[in-house]
């Protein structure tokens, strides 16, 4: 109640990526009169958010950033004047899976939700609301908590909520402005809290299982002849299931699905639940197993050997409609083709290449530090990327792969052409018209 009471005039909203980039941008465009500042630690990315080239890729972005920066909207590095000056502040700081752990499960790195915590604990003045939103496991609240009034200072009180979020990107600002939900927590109602902050990764947990589930599908469909988009179409009619999450492809990506769930595991681990663990970590196997089948298939059908064969990947990030590769499955099908001797010519839209290389230089840790630099070039249109490749490897579902000149493409490529289609976007009647020899996800082609 005392919240409500509060008239909120400034914002400071602590991490600038994904998720406080975007989240602030819509909220400085819904709300005129609230000034906003975006702070991060990171010189680089405040320095992208206040040029023209902002450090992500979301469709409608920009405009809202147009319209909003300098006006009540600010990006900054001066962390402690935006506490100081802030009624509220979000804490948006990333909470990556820990890289080391006793069992499968991972825990959830909070060391930047800590870092964010002392900060404010340091610097604060007056009444603060904390709201924190980044996804962290259940009680991280109740820690902020004890660091911040344990560092109380007089004259200065907070209250804390949580309000995970739950936008996808490359859909960012759409569910930004027509969430679906949105879940606000407070610490008066502990249970309550705890329950909303589990929903986040369950949410997410259940979302990559069902990409899992039609996914291994996919792999019975190919030994069998059967179609896995026939059948995720029939399966969605049931109304009970429902039709999103249904695609089969060459596995899920982003930041989230993965680390939420091995965090979920590294609970039920703790809890001595140790079936459920497996249940959970089954998610991340297949889908491993399915990026692995998807490889696997590229090297076999290239009559198992892609030494010094030129390889055309079209599509680098996660999913369409972002410019972000972290975990995406281009990543592992890359590494494989690598390792295993293949020179890539890669394509996407949105990635920066600088970004491309770094992804491949630590996925490819070998014992030739020159390996991917001799063996990787990145190319600004597609047309340039597969011309005299002997196969196309499309790992990302762009609009633009879709409507590309695949005669032209294929006049240009060294033959037998092949194009392993690992989103299932392409036209595939009219590949094998043209002469491609054509595979895919869920189903066997025959030439
Ligand atoms: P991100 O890595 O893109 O951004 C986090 C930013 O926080 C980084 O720029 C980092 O420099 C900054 N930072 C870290 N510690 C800081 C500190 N002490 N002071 C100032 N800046 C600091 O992460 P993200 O994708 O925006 O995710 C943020 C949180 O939201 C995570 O918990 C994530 O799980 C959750 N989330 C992400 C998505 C998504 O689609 N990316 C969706 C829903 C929820």
């Given at each position: 109640t005392s919240i409500a009471k509060m008239v909120i005039k400034r914002i400071c909203c602590i991490g600038a990526g994904y998720v406080g980039g975007p989240t602030c941008s819509v909220m400085a465009l819904k709300c005129p009169d609230i000034i906003i500042t975006v702070v991060d630690k990171s010189k680089e990315r405040i320095m992208q958010w206040n040029s023209e080239k902002l450090p992500i890729y979301e469709p409608g972005l920009d405009d809202v950033v147009k319209t909003c920066r300098g006006r009540n909207l600010f990006f900054s590095t001066d962390i402690e004047t935006a506490i100081i000056e802030a009624d509220l502040i979000f804490i948006s700081v990333n909470t990556p899976a820990k890289s080391f752990g006793i069992g499968k499960g991972r825990a959830a790195d909070l060391k930047y939700v800590e870092g964010a915590a002392r900060m404010i604990a340091k610097v604060?003045?007056?009444d603060k609301v904390?709201?924190?939103?980044?996804?962290?496991?259940?009680?991280?609240?109740?820690?902020?908590l004890k660091i911040l009034r344990a560092n109380n200072k007089p004259g200065v009180s907070y209250q804390i909520l949580s309000n995970p979020e739950f936008l996808a990107e490359?859909?960012?600002?759409?569910?930004?402005?027509n969430a679906d939900r949105v879940l606000i927590g407070g610490e008066d109602t502990p249970e309550g809290q705890a329950a909303i902050e589990k929903l986040c990764w369950a949410a997410n947990?259940?979302?990559?299982q069902r990409i899992s589930s039609i996914n291994s599908l996919s792999a019975v469909c190919e030994a069998t002849g059967a179609d896995v988009t026939e059948v995720a179409k029939a399966v969605g009619l049931d109304s009970r299931i429902g039709a999103k999450f249904l695609q089969a492809s060459v596995g899920f990506g982003g930041s989230c699905f993965q680390?939420?769930?091995?965090?979920?595991?590294?609970?039920?681990?703790?809890?001595?639940l140790p079936e459920v663990a497996?249940?959970?970590?089954?998610?991340?196997?297949?889908?491993?197993?399915?990026?692995?089948?998807?490889?696997g298939k590229v090297i076999e059908a290239l009559f198992n050997t892609v030494t010094d064969k030129r390889i055309a990947l079209l599509g680098f990030a996660f999913k369409k409609n972002t410019g972000d590769t972290r975990e995406s499955p281009a990543i592992h099908v890359s590494k494989t083709l690598l390792d295993e001797g293949a020179k890539l010519h890669i394509y996407d839209p949105k990635v920066d290449h600088k970004q491309i290389m770094y992804d491949l230089t630590h996925a490819c840790v070998t014992d030739d530090p020159e390996k991917v630099k001799n063996s990787v070039s990145i190319h600004d249109d597609p047309y340039s990327a597969t011309s005299g490749t002997h196969a196309i490897v499309l790992c990302t579902e762009w609009d633009e792969f879709?409507?590309?000149?695949?005669?032209?493409?294929?006049?240009?490529?060294?033959?037998?052409a092949y194009i392993f289609d690992g989103r299932k976007i392409l036209d595939h009647s009219q590949l094998l018209k043209i002469g491609f020899h054509v595979e895919t996800i869920g189903k066997r082609l025959c030439r």
């Open positions: 604060a003045t007056g904390v709201v924190e939103k980044s996804t962290v496991p259940v009680r991280a609240a109740e820690s902020i490359g859909t960012a600002i759409d569910d930004l402005i947990a259940f979302l990559a680390k939420d769930i091995l965090n979920l595991v590294y609970i039920c681990e703790c809890l001595n497996a249940y959970w970590q089954q998610v991340i196997d297949m889908n491993e197993y399915q990026k692995s089948r998807f490889s879709v409507s590309l000149d695949y005669e032209k493409i294929y006049d240009g490529m060294m033959k037998p």
